[in-house]
């Protein structure tokens, strides 16, 4: 690998990393791994770093991890956003079964950041 993709690399490790404070956050923490990772500073700074260094990673295997990082971000929120109109459309009955996609959520969330960061340090674009 070049420096230039090596400094890349490392950008895209640290955004992982964040993402991954978040989640852990989340874990240790009172909030809720989602909550924690969808309104945790790390996250936003991560999704703002995808954005930001986007076009430098333009053409490259690490294009694919910059869409998987910010999909993942994003579809996490639609989700939870999904789950929130539905306790709210219920007048709060709603809150007895929204755990359960919450829960699944939550699964997808450490699921999607493993599986990125294992093909990273593997040096494998992201596919799906």
Not at 37 to 52: D, K, Q, R
Not at 66 to 74: A, L, S
């Amino acid at each position: 690998m070049e420096r230039s993709t090596n400094e890349l690399v490392t950008w895209t490790t640290a955004i992982y990393a964040l993402h991954a404070f978040s989640l852990l956050t989340g874990i240790l923490g009172t909030a809720t791994v989602v909550g924690a990772f969808l309104t945790g500073w790390p996250s936003i700074i991560a999704v703002i770093l995808n954005y930001f260094k986007r076009n430098d990673v333009s053409g490259t295997w690490l294009e694919s991890h910059f869409r998987w990082q910010i999909r993942t971000f994003w579809f996490g929120f639609l989700w939870i956003a999904l789950c929130v109109l539905f306790v709210v459309g219920t007048l709060g009955i709603g809150i007895l079964i929204a755990w359960l996609p919450i829960a699944i959520v939550t699964i997808w969330f450490i699921y999607r950041i493993a599986r990125g960061w294992l093909a990273l340090r593997a040096n494998r674009p992201m596919y799906a």
